[in-house]
């Protein structure tokens, strides 16, 4: 991901030293939104494809083979209500409401801002696609119960029934794949290197030889790494053992010397130099990923209701996509958001 106009400025966070308080803080805090309204009925039809069963078969069989396309292992969209959406909007009283594992300290994306005049409210475009979610399909968007996890319990938050589903920067991929269902992408990213801006470090290259690198724990960042040394992409001297909960606390360690630099999705590394405007992105992204909105395996009906309204997201030009980009993320990103915006969706799975 090129990102052309970086913006060195942190709204309201008073510095490095309140940044990393801030993150302290977030620790502490759970998250709950407990705002229930009317429901409207979303019920509907799904729409009809414009290829055969046995094209999209043949294709989801070739790209489960190779694994060359996770982001196309999921289902066509449709607006009908089935199991999971049925127990959803079946909770009784204060309980009626959409149970979302998030992060609260991501800028931007999913994050706390003191200064917003309504502290312990989340903001970021993360949670403008929540309460997309939460609108669609109970009525309300504050009809959402917000759940704090870290990086590494995204999985296991999902398959222990703790959240319904998981809006938290999380790529698409194969492994993943295995334990969790997800949406079509809604969001293009790309690893890129963040280090201090007298660094020596150059990018994702040789000049990382010698130097320690913070990685969040079960992130796509630490496996690509761990490959890339193995195979000799990555110099075999760099230390890749300091990994972290969650990415944010990747910055902290930078910030106190702890390690050199920090490998991390280029949209997230983006809002950390924001933060601290001692240190930038080095180089270029290197690789291509997609941020999806994750599920239980078995939650058929939920995941192509979630994919319809990614559909609606896109298109609505006032409210969706582009005003959420625009609103949150052209200030530490690419004003432009080309590069950001996710493909034409397609949908593999069958089943």
């Not at 690198?213 to 079960?218: H, R």
């Not at 040394?229 to 106190?256: F, H, K, M, W, Y």
Request: aromatic residues 6%.
């Amino acid at each position: 991901m090129r990102v052309r106009h970086l913006r060195a400025r942190l709204k309201g966070w008073g510095g490095v030293g309140a940044m990393a308080a801030a993150c302290a803080l977030a620790v502490v805090f759970a998250l709950a939104v407990t705002c229930t309204g009317s429901v409207a009925s979303q019920a509907g039809t799904q729409p009809a494809g414009h290829r055969t069963t046995k094209a999209l078969t043949v294709d989801a069989a070739r790209a489960a083979d190779d694994c060359e396309a996770p982001e196309k292992q999921t289902l066509p969209p449709s607006r009908a209500d089935g199991p999971a959406i049925t127990a959803i909007k079946n909770r009784p009283g204060e309980k009626r409401k959409l149970v979302v594992g998030v992060d609260q300290n991501s800028y931007r994306w999913g994050y706390r801002d003191p200064n917003s005049g309504e502290y312990g409210r989340l903001e970021g475009f993360d949670i403008d696609l929540v309460h997309r979610i939460a609108e669609d399909i109970l009525g309300d968007p504050d009809a959402v119960q917000f759940k704090a996890i870290p990086t590494d319990q995204r999985i296991p938050a999902i398959q222990d029934g703790r959240v319904d589903l998981v809006v938290r920067t999380m790529t698409i991929n194969c492994s993943r794949l295995k334990d969790v269902a997800f949406s079509a992408p809604y969001f293009r990213t790309g690893q890129q290197v963040l280090a201090p801006k007298s660094s020596p470090v150059e990018g994702y290259d040789e000049t990382l030889a010698n130097r320690r690198i913070c990685t969040a724990k079960g992130s796509t960042a630490y496996a690509k790494l761990e490959e890339d040394r193995e195979s000799g992409d990555l110099p075999a001297s760099t230390d890749i053992s300091t990994t972290v909960p969650n990415q944010l606390d990747c910055l902290v360690r930078l910030q106190l010397g702890e390690v050199d630099a920090v490998v991390n999705d280029g949209a997230l590394a983006a809002s950390q130099a924001a933060q601290d405007p001692t240190v930038e992105l080095k180089g270029e992204a290197f690789t291509t990923e997609y941020y999806g909105v994750a599920m239980k395996k078995d939650a058929d009906d939920l995941v192509r209701r979630v994919n319809q309204i990614l559909v609606d997201f896109r298109q609505d030009t006032a409210t969706g996509w582009q005003a959420s980009y625009t609103k949150w993320l052209s200030a530490t990103m690419d004003d432009d958001p080309s590069a950001s915006r996710p493909p034409a969706p397609e949908y593999l799975r069958r089943s």
